[in-house]
Structures are given as C-alpha cells and as structure tokens.
C-alpha cells in the first residue's frame, strides 16, 4: 500500500475478533458513526489553552508541524473525554502503539495511530471508513477501549491486554501505563500551577 509504513519498532499488537451481540453491536455502531465536532472540554478556556500547551511541547519532537500537532491533541481529548477516557493515557496508549506514526501498520494488520483492526469497520457495518483518518482512528481506538474496560469492570490492566491483544501478559498494559505517567500525565501540582489565573 502506496504511503504505509510499517512499525516494527512499536509495541503494536491486535484487538481479538469476536462476533458482538446484535445489542453491543449497534451502541458501537452509534457510538462510531456520531461525527460531532471536536473540542476541549474544560471548565474555562485558560484550562484548555493550558493543557494544549503543555502537551503540545510535550509532542513537539515527534511532530514538528503545529498546526498538524494541534488539532491531533484537539481530537485526542474530545474523542477520549467522549469515551470516558483520560486524554493522556489515550496518548500514552498512541506512543507504545504507534509512536505517533499515522500510518503506521503491525505485522496483523492493525493500523493508524491506535493500530485499530480493519475487522472492526465490517463487524459495525461501517466498512467505508478510513482507519488510517485522524479522527475516525482515534473515534474508533477510544470506543474499543472503552468497550473493553466495560467488560472488564473498569479494569485498566485487563482492558489494555484484550485491546492489544495480548490479555494477562504484563508487558503491554505496563509499557502503556509507562508511557503515560513518564511523558504525558500532568502532575496534580503542575496542574494546580499551570491553571492559576495569570496575575496583574
């Protein structure tokens, strides 16, 4: 496939195919084809500007383009606060998964950004997606998540193995929970900090 790379360097893996109810199938099926607008859900805009900022920085080696930058960390924290999902662990999850590689491939097949199975467009009927789209991928890596960590009771560690593929192996839930809390979480006081109202 003209312009796809394939990502041996990344820790990338496979969501298992399993037939969904007729019932799950159709929430998914919702959840996937809603094409509401992003945006940042945050208390005030200073909230926002700062959170954006500082994973903007944060991201700015990996992806040198700003304007590109930007609006994949737009897209990241609305389709992960739709989803119910901290944005900086989604981000975590990118990294191992995809190393922020838009086109990237595993060796099974799973693609773009949150290397999602092409066997999930034709399980919800939506096979005209494009999973290597930026927001689609992302709609659909978050939805799966979500979906496996209501199996799993709200399990983080079972829920990152089912979405790997890889369930009651250590390696990948620890190498997203790393990631997440090395390079993306924002500590409680850095937080705290960053959203004081600038003085004067």
Known sequence: ??????????????????PL?????????????????????????????????EMSRRLQKR????????NLLKTVHYEA????????LVLGLIEVESRFNKYAVSRVGA?????????????LGTEEHNLFHLRTN???????????LDIEKGDLYRALGR????LGEPKYPNLVRAAWHKNWALSRRTANIGYLPASG
């Open 163 to 166: 979405y790997n593929g890889s």
């Open 21 to 53: 109810p007729a019932s799950v199938r159709a929430v998914l099926h919702r959840s996937v084809s809603d094409q509401a607008s992003p945006k940042l859900a945050f208390t005030t805009q200073y909230e926002a500007d700062f959170w954006l900022n």
């Open 138 to 148: 992302l709609r659909y890596g978050c939805t799966i998540l979500r979906y496996y």
């Open 1 to 18: 496939m003209a312009g796809v790379l394939f990502a041996p360097a990344v820790f990338a893996g496979g969501q298992v195919y399993k």
């Open 81 to 88: 606060t739709r989803a119910g999902l901290d944005p900086e």
């Open 111 to 123: 693609r773009g950004y949150m290397q999602v199975m092409p066997f999930w467009t034709k399980e």
């Open 63 to 70: 992806l040198p383009d700003k304007e590109y930058r930007t």
